[in-house]
Nanobody, 122 residues
Framework: QVQLVESGGGLVQAGGSLRLSCAASGGTFSSYAMGWFRQAPGKERELVAGISYSGANTYYGDSVKGRFTISRDNAKSTVYLQMNSLKPEDTAFYYC???????????????WGQGTQVTVSS
């Protein structure tokens, strides 16, 4: 059983930056592809970014390409999401995800974190 704990969320002004972290425990971190998803009020959960087991491959949702960067440190069992040029529409609850398969698909994620709130003010 893998436990995922997110941190780094908060309130930021439009144009600002935040870095989310997700610390994993209870499994072999390098065996999991990792990802970030988000869910805004009244909307479906959507992919933000995914990263392969070693970090060699990444992919992003269209709305965050060029602004967000996903990375991982397997020695620390942690995945990160650097978010730059934040917009009010980025406001959402952000969830860390771990899956044995890459790429990650919303409907078949093996493990979810509890999430962290990101609020971007205009």
């Amino acid at each position: 059983q893998v436990q995922l704990v997110e941190s780094g969320g908060g309130l930021v002004q439009a144009g600002g930056s935040l870095r989310l972290s997700c610390a994993a425990s209870g499994g072999t971190f390098s065996s999991y592809a990792m990802g970030w998803f988000r869910q805004a009020p009244g909307k479906e959960r959507e992919l933000v970014a995914g990263i392969s087991y070693s970090g060699a491959n990444t992919y992003y949702g269209d709305s965050v390409k060029g602004r967000f960067t996903i990375s991982r440190d397997n020695a620390k069992s942690t995945v990160y999401l650097q978010m730059n040029s934040l917009k009010p529409e980025d406001t959402a609850f952000y969830y860390c995800a771990a899956d044995f398969s890459f790429p990650l698909y919303l409907d078949s994620i093996d493990y979810w974190g509890q999430g962290t709130q990101v609020t971007v003010s205009s």
